[in-house]
């Protein structure tokens, strides 16, 4: 069965930083484009960021965008999300997230079809 199981995730003051990893199960993986989501208590589950197959395309949500940096290492089948000057707003659980034939800059607006179990992410002031 196909797996995406990040990693990373825990207690963090604001202002500091987190370094997310989502490592698939399968070689496939390396050709998909790969995403992080995020659900914080009480709300929908919103898109972070996306990266393309080839890593040169990425995109971010506003509200992250210049603080975190999506990345990949295909020979390692992983995705990683570099969290800087982390907020208290950025309280959630992290969501890795793959699919083969979403672009990267279309992510946020179509579900993914792979999903990770989640990690939680807490900021603390």
């Known amino acids: 069965q196909v797996q995406l199981v990040e990693s990373g995730g825990g207690l963090v003051q604001a202002g500091g930083s987190l370094r997310l990893s989502c490592a698939a199960s399968e070689r496939t993986f390396s050709t998909y484009t790969m995403g992080w989501f995020r659900q914080a208590p009480g709300k929908e589950r919103e898109f972070v960021a996306a990266?393309?197959?080839?890593?040169?395309?990425?995109q971010y949500a506003d509200s992250v965008e210049g603080r975190f940096t999506i990345s990949r290492e295909n020979a390692k089948i992983t995705v990683y999300l570099q969290m800087n000057s982390l907020k208290l707003e950025d309280t959630a659980v992290y969501y890795c997230a793959a699919d083969k034939f979403i672009a990267a800059q279309a992510m946020g607006a179509i579900r993914p079809g792979y999903w990770g179990q989640g990690t939680q992410v807490t900021v603390f002031s």
């Open positions: 990266i393309n197959w080839s890593a040169d395309k990425t």
